[in-house]
C-alpha cells in the first residue's frame, strides 16, 4: 500500500476548498479539493457513510492538471463527454495518500488512519454499502 503522505496544514488545520464537485449526494460524495495554503490538490471519495459523518479516500493530483480541466470546464469549453474524459484522466493519475478524512456535519474534522477492511480503488460510492461499518472501525 501507498506511504505517500498529504501536505502538513491538511493533518493540522483541514483548510480545503471544493475546487470542482464529481458527485454529491447530501454532501458532496467525490470531488476534487484544494489546500487553502499551499495549493496541493486532492481527490476525495467517499467509502462510507452515515447521518451526519463521512468517510473519503484521499488521492493526491497534479496542481496544474486541475487548474487546467477545472477552468475549461468552469468556461464551458469542452463538451459533457470531453468533462468526463477529464475528469477520469485527472482520476486515474491520482496518487492514493494512506490517511482518509472525516467529515462531520458537512465540515471536514480530522484525518483518520486506514481501516484494514476499506475496499479497493475506484469504486465509486454507489457500489459500496455505506453502512457506517468503515465509520466505526475508524472513530
Ligand atoms: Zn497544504
Redesign the pocket.
Known amino acids: 500500500m501507498t506511504t505517500a503522505k ?5 493533518d493540522r488545520l483541514l ?1 480545503l476548498e471544493t475546487v470542482l464537485v464529481i458527485d454529491s449526494h447530501v454532501n458532496v460524495t467525490n470531488a476534487f479539493m484544494r ?1 487553502t ?4 490538490a486532492y481527490l476525495l471519495e467517499m467509502v462510507d457513510c452515515t447521518a451526519r459523518t463521512s468517510l473519503f479516500r484521499v488521492s493526491r493530483v497534479d496542481q496544474d492538471a486541475l487548474q487546467h480541466t477545472a477552468r475549461a470546464i468552469h468556461q464551458g469549453s469542452c463538451d459533457v463527454n470531453r468533462s468526463r474524459a477529464e475528469i477520469q484522466h485527472l482520476a486515474n493519475a491520482a496518487e492514493e495518500l494512506d490517511p482518509l478524512i472525516l467529515m462531520q456535519d458537512g465540515c471536514f474534522t480530522k484525518l483518520v488512519e486506514r481501516p484494514d477492511n476499506l475496499p479497493g480503488a475506484h469504486l465509486g460510492w454507489r457500489e459500496l454499502p455505506c453502512t457506517g461499518a468503515l465509520i466505526a472501525a475508524v472513530t
Open positions: 498529504p501536505c502538513s496544514h491538511l483548510k489546500c495554503y499551499c495549493g496541493s
